[in-house]
């Protein structure tokens, strides 16, 4: 955990969901955006939605509800307790995903969760013009950094989209996390520049 950089975004453990210590969690970061329990059946969306309402408390901008529910998007308000609710979206990986058709999230307001930074702009360019997708995390970015000093490029290689980073000593982690964070920046600043199919 990086003690001295304010948290933006918060998830909790999907697999796992501990209400009481997630919300504990919230009221002490107040991050500007933050998921709830995550929506897999449709009888679950009274207790999905009481953790939006609680959680809409503690945000600055807005609460995920990730929606693994086919047909269940339009039971999700747009907002609660005052705070946009974005539909977050799953993009399917082997950690998980949503069993949704990209179709389901149109005219709402999305949030992609997990996937590589080419998997999430492939499905902005698909929902691009559709739906608005305001936000997107990069735990892959920082796994791929911390785990094998490598950093991604919009372009693909004979290797994929990710490089070995070389020659930098210790600060080889957050030197290839720094560079794919400019790199995500610059692609997503890119796709936007090119506006609807």
């Given at each position: 955990m990086l003690h001295d950089v304010p948290l933006y975004f918060a998830d909790q453990d999907w697999?796992?969901?501990?209400?009481?210590?997630y919300f504990a969690l919230l009221a002490r970061h107040r991050p500007a955006l933050a998921t709830v329990l995550d929506w897999?059946?449709?009888?679950?969306?009274?207790?999905?939605?009481?953790?939006?309402?609680?959680?809409?408390?503690?945000?600055?901008l807005a609460v995920i509800v990730v929606a693994k529910v086919p047909g269940g998007?339009?039971?999700l308000p747009r907002a609660i307790?005052?705070?946009?609710?974005?539909?977050?979206y799953s993009i399917p990986t082997s950690h998980g995903g949503a069993p949704l058709g990209l179709w389901e999230l149109a005219g709402r307001t999305?949030?992609?969760?997990?996937?590589s930074p080419h998997?999430?702009?492939?499905?902005?360019?698909?929902?691009r013009g559709v739906a608005l997708v305001r936000s997107a995390d990069g735990n892959m970015a920082k796994k791929m950094a911390t785990g094998r000093c490598c950093y991604w490029q919009a372009?693909?290689?004979?290797?994929?989209?990710?490089?070995?980073?070389?020659?930098?000593?210790?600060?080889?982690?957050?030197?290839?996390l720094s560079r794919t964070l400019v790199n995500v920046r610059l692609a997503w600043d890119a796709a936007a520049a090119r506006g609807p199919d």
């Open positions: 697999r796992r969901p501990d209400r009481g210590r897999e059946e449709p009888a679950q969306l009274a207790e999905v939605l009481s953790w939006a309402e609680e959680a809409a408390a503690l945000v600055a998007v339009p039971d307790a005052g705070k946009e609710l974005r539909v977050g999305i949030h992609l969760l997990g996937g998997r999430q702009l492939e499905v902005y360019s698909y929902l372009r693909r290689g004979r290797k994929g989209h990710w490089r070995a980073l070389e020659g930098h000593d210790g600060d080889g982690p957050r030197e290839a």
